[in-house]
């Protein structure tokens, strides 16, 4: 009788064991396409990203780059005062999104030219990503709006 008792445990133990693992490999499978990582153009031209990779790059919209074309096509450059990045939209973008400002985008590098599914814009006059700004920081051109 007490044989049947521990094998009973055992298996237990060895399909709670099982379960566990499957649910999370499936947790780690169905979050694989989530987890986006983010880079700076120096980053980006450093070690580009292979093609099927998605990504955030953040910078400076460079001033004189944004050019609307045909469509909601929409084509400008994103610096961060050591590398620029060609970056190519299809859409809307954000009603605050404007040259010279802090720009996140999520989407692909392809060919030299990053092209973008979704631009994240400043929420105001003085924000800007905290990737935005550590990447500027770590180049030495970011210059606090408060002045402190």
Do not use: C, W
């Amino acid at each position: 009788m007490r044989s049947l008792k521990k094998t009973r445990r055992i298996q237990i133990i060895a399909l709670a064991t099982f379960a566990l693992i499957v649910s999370t490999a499936l947790i780690g499978y169905a979050m694989r396409d989530g987890i986006n990582f983010f880079r700076s153009p120096a980053q980006v031209i450093a070690e580009p990203p292979s093609p099927n990779e998605t990504f955030r790059i953040g910078g400076l919209v460079a001033e004189g780059s944004l050019k609307r074309g045909q469509g909601e096509m929409i084509r400008f450059e994103v610096t961060d005062g050591g590398a620029t990045i060609p970056v190519t939209f299809v859409g809307v973008l954000p009603d605050l999104f404007e040259e010279n400002q802090g720009m996140v985008g999520t989407g692909k590098y392809i060919n030299g030219v990053f092209e973008a599914s979704e631009i994240l814009a400043k929420h105001d006059e003085t924000y800007m990503p905290k990737e935005v700004v550590d990447a500027l920081k770590a180049q030495g051109i970011y210059q606090d709006p408060n002045g402190s």
